[in-house]
């Protein structure tokens, strides 16, 4: 005898990112472009700031923020793509989302505990 999980089932509505308009265009178009630019502008410095003519403790300590800024960019790209279609409705990606989202986490614990 199969069991029927579909009402435990959300549905595609449920299962977005956004609530309200305003959050889909801001989550779609503003956050990727902002990463986008986020990750170029601190790259320029990186090439600037190292640069042999350039080198300084104070340029040094520039460097490695831009670097840490260019580190904390690139994690939030599976929040920017969990907006997509494409990756919302994925099994891969949803997986992966879960499994790499910090405050999802202790959901996973909770469930291997029960």
């Known amino acids: 005898m199969s ?3 579909s009402h435990l089932c959300l549905t595609e ?3 977005r990112m956004s609530g309200t308009t305003l959050e889909y ?3 779609r178009y503003f956050y990727p472009a902002l ?3 986020g ?3 601190n790259v320029l410095n990186l ?3 190292l640069n042999k003519s350039m080198r300084s403790r104070a340029n040094s300590f520039l460097a490695v923020l831009a670097f840490a800024d260019i580190i904390f960019l690139f994690l939030l790209f599976p929040n920017i793509l969990a907006n997509y279609s494409v990756f919302t409705f994925n099994w891969y990606f949803r997986w992966f989302y879960l499994h790499s989202k910090v ?3 202790m959901i996973n ?3 291997k505990k029960d």
């Open 3 to 5: 069991a029927n999980f």
């Open 13 to 15: 509505e449920q299962q």
């Open 25 to 27: 265009n801001l989550q």
């Open 35 to 37: 990463a986008i630019f």
């Open 39 to 41: 990750i170029l502008g």
């Open 47 to 49: 090439t600037v700031l």
């Open 103 to 105: 405050s999802l986490l």
């Open 109 to 111: 614990e909770q469930k």
